[in-house]
T-cell receptor
Framework: KQEVTQIPAALSVPEGENLVLNCSFT??????LQWFRQDPGKGLTSLLL?????REQTSGRLNASLDKSSGRSTLYIAASQPGDSATYLC??????????FGPGTRLSVLP | EPEVTQTPSHQVTQMGQEVILRCVPI?????FYWYRQILGQKVEFLVS????????KSEIFDDQFSVERPDGSNFTLKIRSTKLEDSAMYFC?????????????FGPGTRLTVL
């Protein structure tokens, strides 16, 4: 059964820093992996989708990488801004199954 | 930009009552999903729906739950007899396809409070 963990659980950084959020999964036979952002009390906003055949995806200041063999994905945020403050969720799909979510990393970017 | 919408944003109900949560997926999407998030816990998959049929459901999705696409735009989740532990945020999502390149897009959620 797929299990997804995220480290750290919470992170507080000053504005302008580059930062890395980590996602680990136990079953490496994944179909795809999607990173989401969740603001307090709100829905999930899709950030990046990485297919199993890809190693990374980029969107603006965000870069997500995937290493299936080690069961890891990282989300890199460049030049962080206070507006980036949110919880970041990693979700993993295996073949024939639906998403398994991690617990999230709560990010605070201080002005 | 097209988005998934959900109504109501907050529903309060008494234990044992039936509730229907409504979603309007993105118009050209064919796959629909419900997830829930109990306060402070992970987002959990409930059910996926395609071609007017349930394609997959989790252990959570028992006989108390049902889904329906009553017309060409709405997708509903019904809970027949609510329990206290059904209190959660319920998210609807949709995707164009089920391939590995298909993103799922989520709605803003309905907060269900069972008293």
């Amino acid at each position: 059964k797929q299990e997804v963990t995220q480290i750290p659980a919470a992170l507080s950084v000053p504005e302008g820093e580059n930062l890395v959020l980590n996602c680990s999964f136990t079953d490496s036979a994944i179909y795809n992996l999607q990173w989401f952002r969740q603001d307090p009390g709100k829905g999930l906003t899709s950030l990046l989708l990485i297919q199993s055949s890809q190693r990374e995806q980029t969107s603006g200041r965000l870069n997500a990488s995937l290493d299936k063999s080690s069961g890891r994905s990282t989300l890199y945020i460049a030049a962080s801004q206070p507006g980036d403050s949110a919880t970041y969720l990693c979700a993993v799909r295996n073949y024939g199954q639906n998403f398994v979510f991690g617990p999230g990393t709560r990010l605070s970017v201080l002005p | 930009e097209p988005e998934v919408t959900q109504t109501p944003s907050h529903q309060v109900t008494q234990m044992g009552q039936e509730v229907i949560l409504r979603c309007v997926p993105i118009s050209n999407h064919l796959y629909f999903y419900w997830y829930r998030q109990i306060l402070g816990q992970k987002v959990e998959f409930l059910v996926s729906f395609y071609n007017n049929e349930i394609s997959e459901k989790s252990e959570i999705f028992d006989d108390q739950f049902s889904v329906e696409r009553p017309d060409g735009s709405n997708f509903t989740l019904k809970i027949r007899s609510t329990k206290l532990e059904d209190s959660a945020m319920y998210f609807c999502a949709s995707s164009e396809g089920s391939g590995q390149y298909n993103e799922q897009f989520f709605g803003p959620g309905t907060r269900l409070t069972v008293l």
